[in-house]
């Protein structure tokens, strides 16, 4: 089974623009969860979708959204980039959006906000 | 307020040595918590699940502990090698309807040959 898939891998932006990061899951999964890594803060949540709709999300400003498909595909945009932005952007999925489901991260989108 | 501690100093091991990270929350009840092996520009991959209930698990060389009075957890590797070099996070569930991981900010390990 191939893994999670995330696109672009890199990604260089000035501030003020709008950026849209793609995620597809593991076939069969259907929970896709978004998070940001910085070196300071380390993983943050950013949001979950299940079945196309947000479960959960983080405490971040309202810049950050995102929306999954019925292919249980993925994407979040962040508008208004800040150069606090810059970030690694990593998609995790899972089967469901139980307990203690194991996640698999895909390698992740690095954007750099110049 | 909720905090995942973890040592922010990397930990410089031997080979063959056991290397022993800690994992330290304050403020959660986790249902159960996870621990994650990152390598540098890649996502992190998940290692192991330990449940509330459980005092300890194993696979092949790791272990981990779970100690909810102590509200720690503790990850050993032993006869470390080089190919262990990574950081390793732990997350937390909390118990609540929604899954959330919650992360600490990892330690970093080096085992040298």
């Known amino acids: 089974k191939a893994g999670v898939t995330q696109t672009p891998r890199y990604l260089i932006k000035t501030r003020g623009q709008q950026v849209t990061l793609s995620c597809s899951p593991i076939s069969g999964h259907r929970s896709v969860s978004w998070y940001q890594q910085t070196p300071g803060q380390g993983l943050q949540f950013l949001f979950e979708y299940f079945s196309e709709t947000q479960r959960n999300k983080g405490n971040f400003p309202g810049r950050f959204s995102g929306r999954q498909f019925s292919n249980s595909r993925s994407e979040m945009n962040v508008s208004t980039l800040e150069l606090g932005d810059s970030a690694l952007y990593l998609c995790?999925?899972?089967?469901?959006?139980?307990?203690?489901?194991?996640?698999?991260f895909g390698p992740g989108t690095r954007l750099l906000v110049l | 307020s909720q905090k995942i501690e973890q040592n922010s100093e990397a930990l410089n091991i031997q080979e063959g040595k056991t290397a022993t990270l800690t994992c330290n929350y304050t403020?959660?009840?986790?249902?159960?918590l996870q621990w994650y092996r990152q390598d540098p520009g890649r996502g992190p991959v998940f290692l192991l699940l330990?449940?509330?209930?459980?005092k300890e698990k194993r696979k092949e060389r790791l272990k981990v502990t779970f100690d909810t009075t102590l509200k720690q957890s503790l990850f050993h590797i032993t006869a470390s090698q080089p190919a262990d070099s990574a950081t390793y996070l732990c997350?937390?569930?909390?118990?609540?309807?929604?899954?959330?991981?919650?992360f600490g900010t990892g330690t970093r390990l080096l085992v040298s040959p």
């Open positions: 403020n959660y009840s986790p249902a159960y």
């Open positions: 995790a999925s899972s089967l469901g959006a139980g307990y203690q489901e194991t996640q698999y």
């Open positions: 330990i449940r509330e209930n459980e």
């Open positions: 997350a937390l569930e909390k118990n609540t309807g929604f899954q959330k991981l919650v």
